[in-house]
């Protein structure tokens, strides 16, 4: 059962920063496509990072520039860097690894106050 824990979410004053961790276990991790999702209420959840096994990333439109996945293989864990994080950015954030389904973690709450 690939399991993925995610850390990090908070609550955090506009234009400051969070780091959230996804510990995956139970996959190759080294050749995963893994990724950032959120979804705030009301909304669908979007895509907001996603790295390749081999360190290729994209990301959302609205948070280039601030915001940065990376990975450590040895470790089992992607993160994301938040910086200069917006109201708008307030969403429950999901880690995804993409295997012969979508497998995703139980979410971690950010809230950006203003």
């Known amino acids: 059962q690939v399991q993925l824990v995610e850390s990090g979410g908070g609550l955090v004053q506009a234009g400051g920063s969070l780091r959230l961790s996804c510990a995956a276990s139970?996959?190759?991790?080294?050749?995963?496509?893994m990724g950032w999702y959120r979804q705030a209420p009301g909304k669908q959840r979007e895509l907001v990072a996603q790295?390749?096994?081999?360190?290729?990333?994209n990301y959302a439109d609205s948070v280039k520039g601030r915001f940065t996945i990376s990975r450590d293989n040895p470790k089992s864990t992607v993160y994301l860097q938040m910086n200069s994080l917006k109201p708008e950015d307030t969403a429950v954030y999901y880690c995804?690894?993409?295997?012969?389904?979508?497998?995703w973690g139980q979410g971690t709450q950010v809230t950006v106050s203003s």
């Open positions: 995804n690894f993409k295997g012969q389904t979508d497998y």
């Open positions: 139970r996959i190759i991790f080294s050749i995963a496509t």
């Open positions: 790295i390749t096994r081999g360190g290729s990333t």
